[in-house]
């Protein structure tokens, strides 16, 4: 039996900060509401498109998996940001790595593209039409914000995670997958003027309306990660118990507490960093388990067990059994070019983009 076994693993988050009270100094709100809310603090902004963020965190991840370009076969690229239709972005990561052996495609789910492109490319790599994959979530979702929204503008930042998955023998990586979709509720999480739809209708695209019902997707997220977390469980024929680590998609620290409550997961085996990103849609829940494993949480033959939600609605759950190693092969100098403004600036800058466009 063949599997995917995840061997590397890379990050990119942009080093502009954008903090809650930063965005105070534009929108009625306040720290004391945010992190009551949602746990979140800070969150990071790009300055760069975001193939670039996804670039650095593959060459992060073939660093850590002792890998060059050419040794992958195949990149898929979860984000619902991408910087152009037509070509993919996930060829934007195969120029700027040199990987010209690999396939490429796109993938978009909103925040669970990241965990559903793993599912995708570890299928290709069980049934053997690839032996290797680079697989990414990455978001710039800051040039597509409404910013004067504080409903969602206080919620998303940006960032990338890549990991790399090569054929194995041995029974890790994804053992277990359950995928599912709202489809009836997709209205509750619906942003006008983000694509094609738009192009004829006289709305300027990339000035989005975010329709977002927080507290209906909140019921919703944890009925569908908690429904598959329970899927995958009996697939495996596991207890709850025999989880070592739980790591969530990262929307708000409630939806995360409602969840562990229902998994009867205690504190320390569930991780979270939203307090650092706040929701960076596709890139979350891969970035939080590259964290993870750079805390050491993840030991060496651990169960992972990683629920995700996001716009459709999409909801998804991975079982992974980890590998051997935990630690990199090696590292990287591959990085972004230098940032010289702040967070502030950079959204001070959209919005005035923005302002120019609608004129
Ligand atoms: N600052 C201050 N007040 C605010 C803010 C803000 N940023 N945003 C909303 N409020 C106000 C509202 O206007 C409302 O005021 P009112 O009572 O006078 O009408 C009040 O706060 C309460 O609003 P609620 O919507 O009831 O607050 P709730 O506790 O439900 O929290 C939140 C809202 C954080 C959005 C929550 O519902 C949530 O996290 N939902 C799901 C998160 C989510 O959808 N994430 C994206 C998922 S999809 C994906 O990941 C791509």
């Given at each position: ?8 693993w890379g990050k990119c988050t942009p080093p502009a900060t954008l ?24 969150r990071r902004i790009s300055h760069v498109p975001v193939s670039d963020l996804a670039h650095v965190a593959c060459e992060r991840a073939l ?12 990149i898929i690229f979860g984000s619902c940001s991408f910087d152009q239709?037509?070509?993919n972005s996930a060829s934007r990561v195969q120029q700027l790595l ?8 796109d ?6 593209s990241g965990?559903?492109a ?16 680079l697989v990414i979530g990455a978001e710039a979702t800051s040039v597509l ?11 998303f930042g940006d960032g990338a995670a890549a990991f ?112 650092r990103y706040g929701n960076m849609s596709a890139a979350t829940a891969p970035l939080a388990?590259v964290e ?40 990287s100098?591959v990085d972004l070019p230098p940032c010289?403004?702040?967070g502030?600036?950079l959204?001070?800058?959209i ?9």
């Amino acid at each position: 039996m063949r599997y995917a076994d995840i061997t590397g693993w890379g990050k990119c988050t942009p080093p502009a900060t954008l903090t809650n009270a930063d965005l105070s100094t534009f929108l009625d709100t306040d720290d004391e509401w945010i992190v009551s809310r949602t746990g979140m603090k800070e969150r990071r902004i790009s300055h760069v498109p975001v193939s670039d963020l996804a670039h650095v965190a593959c060459e992060r991840a073939l660093a850590a998996a002792g890998k060059v370009a050419a040794d992958v076969d195949l990149i898929i690229f979860g984000s619902c940001s991408f910087d152009q239709m037509v070509p993919n972005s996930a060829s934007r990561v195969q120029q700027l790595l040199g990987a010209d052996n690999a396939a490429c495609m796109d993938l978009n789910t909103a925040c669970t593209s990241g965990r559903y492109a793993l599912s995708v490319a570890t299928a290709m790599i069980k049934t053997g039409s690839a032996n290797s994959a680079l697989v990414i979530g990455a978001e710039a979702t800051s040039v597509l914000m409404d910013w004067t929204d504080r409903d969602v503008a206080v919620l998303f930042g940006d960032g990338a995670a890549a990991f790399y998955l090569e054929a194995s023998d041995q029974k890790s990586g994804v053992v277990a997958e359950s995928l599912g979709c709202f489809g009836k509720n997709r209205d509750i999480l619906d942003v006008t003027g983000w694509g094609l739809k738009y192009a004829n209708q006289g709305q300027v695209l990339g000035a989005t309306k975010w329709n977002f019902n927080g507290p209906e997707i909140f019921k919703r997220a944890v009925v569908g990660m908690s429904r598959a977390c329970d899927n995958v469980l009996e697939k495996e024929d596991l207890g709850k118990e025999e989880i070592d680590l739980v790591v969530p998609h990262q929307a708000n620290l409630r939806i995360i507490d409602a969840l562990a409550k229902r998994m009867g997961a205690s504190e320390e085996k569930v991780f979270i960093n939203i307090q650092r990103y706040g929701n960076m849609s596709a890139a979350t829940a891969p970035l939080a388990l590259v964290e993870a494993i750079e805390e050491g949480r993840v030991a060496p033959g651990a169960k992972l067990l990683l629920p995700a939600f996001g716009g459709g609605l999409t909801w998804s759950a991975h079982l992974i059994t980890w590998g051997a190693r935990i630690k990199p092969l090696g590292t990287s100098a591959v990085d972004l070019p230098p940032c010289d403004k702040t967070g502030l600036e950079l959204v001070q800058d959209i919005i005035a983009a923005k302002k120019t466009a609608e004129v």
